[in-house]
């Protein structure tokens, strides 16, 4: 896919690694840490030199790299409830500052969910929340200990840090654990050792603001010194540099030290390039603080944009309708849980731009430094909330921890020009962590924050999203509309969201979509509809996520197919082309991401809501996204994951195609079935489909597609089952290959005469011995051992070693059935 020029060159900027540098000296501790799942009987047990001669330790440390979150692999373990506890690491470092007077710090990113940092046997700090950023100065407390001799020696110059962190459920903690997400544990986030001088910046705070016209900027610079702060006057120079580097701001001033946050100075910038998703265009701020050697320097990467939620009516950016076209990131994947590198999360936000987001919402937390900077540098806009969700309002520590987290959030990425909303909580009407749920204290703390967050930050809005009895405080709504999923039909959803959009002063549709389980399709997705009654709104109720009982609805009595999350998409971005008063839409989410509350769904502990897998892989409906969001020509004929098709021999079977170029021509078999018109109106796949026969046996289908002189094509291979089949009798097991290791293997449902039962859902446990390695608890549909079979089969995987070894596959009601080598 090709991208404008500014989006290359930023994606450049990304992949050598350039970015801001946030202070001097900073190392990433990523190597060298040992690691226990438990607890300790305190911190002697960190550091305790071992007794000589005994190869006794107790307990067992194990080698980790960070980032590492300790709920890597459990989360989505289908036997077990994952580990919520403390677990310890520790590590030895080697600290040298070079500036005289200077201070050293270490810097979390995040870490889950309550930490306490110990230097040797000293406890130099602590934090309570998983997802802001925190700063500990341990300058004092290693100078304390390079007074001890005996620890000198025992550990040769070197300094042990050790770390507690605990994820032990909390229920006067954020978020609930209620909540639809894991509170993982571990050192999830980079950990930092960051040398300063004896005199820096805590924070640099960069307002810029551009008329609605884009006329005129104005950027106003604040900053916060670290503490000790210096007794006399420090030189401060200040400068701008364009989106091509050049100088266009220039200022020296003196700094009178004082506490709290003081004015720097500023700018005015006449015709500035503004910040937008088509051109992301970031200035960059340099502030100097101090002169010579000891001098400290921060660069931060700010831009110039107008925002408006319009009154009644749409979002507008520099002046111009954006239709904010969204999805939802959630901090997880498949084999390392919250521990994402950096290079994974480059990953997935070049994946969400190249399916054309142009909005995410961060649910339902901060998230990494890493993510804010991607939004920044790719023209992603962004709504980041505070991990208040679900449970009711808890009491004074409960309700200090939301606030603290609040300012952490808005101070820590106040500088980012991606984002457009804080977010003050989600699903605040959702009960059961205390004996009362008080509406009235819910919204004179909701109102709390939202003063809060107006207080700290005048130029930004605030929304929640559903809770209708706050939803009268925050900017900006988010009501729930789960139409033709948790509630009625998803053909309702445009008369809904006017209903609920004539109900608030602004509204944005977040979270919408439903469940598909990677690898299954249908041959009449739609046929769970027949039974919902139509007229009983769109929302989601308690109990509606539940797979048994309630009312009809597709999320219980739907095939969780990808061919009817792909129909329901596609509805909805056909209907809101039709809007001209949406401010937009956010689905709920980009990726699979693992879950407490959903053991029974086809992979357990998992929410199958994304369009890519837990670990990527793109599902059918990213191309329904893209034919609609991007404009590099593309298409995508919908089955590549769908290797058999079955019906009656000479049935007529649809073929569709997602494109977002103006026609396209389907070949079968080497004939042509006629060239199809785009029309975004035309449902489904904007009327890119063929009714066409397919031969018993293997198809080959292509289709061409032109917009102009440029034409793309795709091209899959299926093979289409005429035989008919009885019940699941029994299963079979293959070796479907082998690459750098690694062998797939298929399980299949067989009726008594062994002809594929090809809409088998039945559920399957995999098991393996000897050697090698089973690749399973990676929460996707070919990494989990128990995993319900999608069109009768399912994959699984596994790293193979010299030596004998033996997998099996099992279900209720079939005789198991073993392939060993």
């Not at 509805?571 to 401010?583: D, F, V």
């Not at 039962?757 to 098991?767: E, N």
Request: contains cysteine; aromatic residues 10%.
């Amino acid at each position: 896919m090709k991208f404008p020029l500014l989006l290359r060159l930023a994606l450049l900027l990304l992949l050598t690694g350039l970015q801001p540098a946030r202070a001097q000296q900073s190392t990433r501790l990523t190597t060298g840490w040992e690691f226990v799942r438990q607890d300790l009987g305190g911190i002697w047990e960190a550091v305790r030199p071992a007794a000589p001669g005994s190869p006794e330790t107790v307990p067992l440390w194990t080698p980790v790299a960070l980032p590492h979150c300790f709920n890597a692999l459990d989360a989505v373990d289908p036997d077990v409830n994952y580990y919520q506890g403390p677990g310890w690491y520790r590590t030895r470092l080697a600290v040298q500052n070079p500036y005289p007077g200077g201070r050293t710090l270490l810097h979390f990113e995040g870490a889950g969910q309550k930490t306490d940092v110990y230097l040797y046997t000293t406890k130099v700090g602590s934090h309570v929340g998983g997802y802001d950023e925190w700063t500990l100065d341990i300058t004092d407390a290693l100078a304390a200990f390079r007074q001890s001799k005996a620890a000198q020696e025992q550990f040769k110059g070197l300094i042990p840090l050790s770390i507690r962190s605990d994820n032990t459920r909390d229920l006067e903690m954020m978020p609930s654990d209620l909540s639809d997400f894991n509170l993982y544990g571990g050192l999830y986030r980079y950990l930092n050792l960051t040398y300063v001088p004896a005199v820096s910046l805590e924070r640099l705070a960069a307002r810029a603001e551009v008329d609605a016209a884009g006329r005129l900027g104005r950027l106003t610079l604040r900053g916060v010194l670290r503490e000790p702060r210096p007794a006399g006057p420090v030189p401060v120079t200040l400068r701008l540099l364009d989106p091509r580097g050049r100088v266009v701001g220039q200022e020296r001033t003196t700094l009178m030290a004082a506490a709290g946050e003081v004015a720097l100075g500023s700018f005015r910038v006449k015709n500035p390039q503004l910040w937008s998703p088509a051109r992301p265009a970031l200035y960059t701020v340099r502030a100097t603080v101090g002169s010579g050697a000891g001098a400290y320097e921060q660069t931060e990467q700010i831009g110039f944009r107008h925002i408006e939620f319009v009154e009644h009516g749409p979002f507008t950016l520099n002046g111009q309708r954006l239709l904010l076209r969204g999805t939802h990131r959630h901090e997880d994947h498949a084999g390392v849980a919250a521990a994402l590198t950096e290079s994974l999360i480059r990953e997935e936000m070049v994946l969400m731009k190249q399916m054309g987001v142009n909005f995410i919402r961060l649910g339902h937390y901060q998230q990494s430094r890493i993510v804010l900077r991607l939004c920044d540098s790719l023209g992603i806009t962004v709504w980041e909330e505070i991990p208040w969700c679900r449970g009711g309002l808890g009491g004074p520590v409960y309700q200090a921890q939301g606030k603290r987290m609040m300012t952490n959030m808005v101070q820590q990425h106040y500088n980012h020009p991606a984002i457009i909303i804080w977010g003050l909580g989600n699903e605040n009407d959702w009960p059961n962590d205390f004996p009362a749920f008080d509406q009235q204290k819910i919204r004179a703390y909701m109102t709390e924050l939202n003063d809060l967050a107006h207080q700290l930050d005048p130029g930004r809005y605030t929304a929640i999203r559903r809770c209708d009895f706050c939803k009268d405080i925050p900017d900006v709504y988010s009501p729930s509309i789960w139409a033709g999923w948790y509630r009625g039909s998803y053909t309702d959803y445009k008369e809904v969201s006017e209903k609920e959009f004539a109900g608030v002063k602004r509204f944005l549709h977040v979270e919408w979509g439903g469940d598909s389980h990677a690898g299954r399709h249908s041959e009449s997705p739609d046929k769970a509809l027949a039974g919902i009654s139509g007229g009983k709104g769109a929302d989601e109720r308690a109990g509606d996520a539940a797979l048994i009982g309630g009312a009809a609805r597709v999320s219980k009595d739907g095939d969780w197919s990808e061919t009817y999350i792909c129909n329901l998409i596609d509805w909805h971005l056909k209907e809101q082309e039709t809007m001209p008063w949406l401010s937009g839409a956010a689905y709920w989410p980009f990726k699979d991401f693992s879950t407490p509350v959903r053991p029974e769904n086809p992979v357990p502990y998992l929410n199958q809501k994304g369009v890519v897998e837990r670990d990527f892989t793109k599902k059918e409906a990213y191309y329904v996204f893209q034919s609609y969001w991007t404009t590099a020509p593309m298409v995508h004929l919908y089955g590549h994951s769908w290797p058999v098709r079955w019906g009656l021999p000479g049935e007529l079977k649809m073929v569709k195609a997602y494109s977002n170029c103006p026609e396209a021509e389907l070949f079968v078999n080497g004939k042509s079935y006629g060239v199809k018109q785009r029309d975004s109106q035309n449902f489904p796949a904007a009327g890119l489909r063929w009714l066409v026969p397919l031969s018993a046996g293997p198809n080959v289908l292509r289709v061409v597609a032109r917009r102009g002189k440029t034409v793309v094509e795709d091209q899959i291979n299926q093979i289409y089952q005429t035989e008919t089949w009885g019940p699941p009798a029994r299963l079979a097991l293959e070796k479907l290959g082998e690459e750098a290791g690694v062998a797939t293997y298929q399980a299949a449902v067989l009726d008594a005469g062994g002809v594929r039962c090809l809409d088998a859902k039945t559920r399957l446990r995999f098991g393996f011995t000897g050697a090698g390695q089973l690749l399973d608890n990676l929460g996707t549909s070919s990494g989990a051992r128990v995993v319900e079979a999608y069109n009768g089969r399912a994959i699984i995987r596994v790293r193979t070693a010299p030596g004998p070894a033996a997998l099996s596959v099992q279900a209720e009601k079939l005789p198991p059935v073993l392939l060993a080598w």
